[in-house]
Structures are given as C-alpha cells and as structure tokens.
C-alpha cells in the first residue's frame, strides 16, 4: 500500500489552520513546534521563527483523510502550493458539510452543484488560500438537475 499525503506550507498561520481542518474533517491533530527541537527564536540569534511555530503537524481522520503542514522555516518564502486538493467520494452529506465549512470566510470559485456530467462538483479556495476540488458521484448519471 502506497499513500499520498498533501503538505501544506503557511506563513505563520500553520496552528489555525490545521486546527480548522480538524474542526472541518475530524480526527487526530498532533502539532510539534520548533521549539520543541530547540530552536531559538526570534528573540535569540535572529532565526525569525517563533518557539510556538509550527515545524510539522499531521491530521489523521476516521474517514481516512491525512493532511500534513508547517509554518515555513527561517529564511524561505513561499505560499500554500499552487494548485488544488481534490476530495471525491460518494457520502453525499458528509462532503456537502465539509465543502460548506471550507468555505466559511473563505471564496467559492464554483458551486458545488449537479454538473453535466452527473456528478457533484464544486471549487472553493479557503480563508488560508488552500485551493479544494471536491466531486460527488452520484447514484444517478443522467443530465437532468
């Protein structure tokens, strides 16, 4: 068995925005800190990272969801990746929910809504700038909606 696992990097907001998506999806959140590895902060030899940043943290869920991210470490730039997270599946409510929550505060790009295709589909990027596709197959494939 082989899996995939996203690694997200944040600008400082890694703590909140894990703890979002546990309180999004569920599960486990288990958070290590650069000062948990000793080492120095700000305040100390000016490696700009803060004792409470996030070095590296991991979302397990009961669906089976893993998501991992950091705070960016000293000296690198960067954003959240470009490009999308994609969750399909066929619990219809159970997707809708988190679709909605990601959401909140965040932008819809595109609904999720019966696409011509019979599926659901939908984009949203959220209040982090995480971009998530998210696709419903549905039970029935015709094109009505």
Not at 5 to 11: A, G, I, S, V
Not at 17 to 44: K, Q
Not at 74 to 101: K, M, R
Request: proline residues 6%; negative net charge; aromatic residues 10%.
């Amino acid at each position: 068995m082989i899996d995939l696992t996203p690694y997200l990097l944040f600008d400082g907001d890694a703590r909140a925005a894990m703890t979002f998506y546990r309180d999004v999806f569920g599960g486990e959140l288990d958070i290590v800190t650069f000062d948990h590895y000793g080492l120095p902060d700000s305040s100390e030899e000016g490696s700009g990272v803060p004792p409470d940043g996030v070095m590296h943290a991991r979302l397990v869920t009961d669906a089976g969801l893993r998501l991992m991210g950091s705070d960016l470490p000293p000296g690198e730039t960067g954003s959240t990746p470009n490009g999308h997270l994609c969750i399909s599946g066929d619990a219809v409510e159970t997707v809708t929910g988190w679709f909605e929550a990601l959401a909140e505060g965040g932008n819809v790009d595109v609904p999720l809504e019966r696409q011509v295709w019979g599926d659901h589909y939908g984009q949203v990027k959220d209040r982090f700038g995480v971009n998530w596709m998210f696709n419903v197959a549905d039970q029935d494939t015709s094109p009505s909606t």
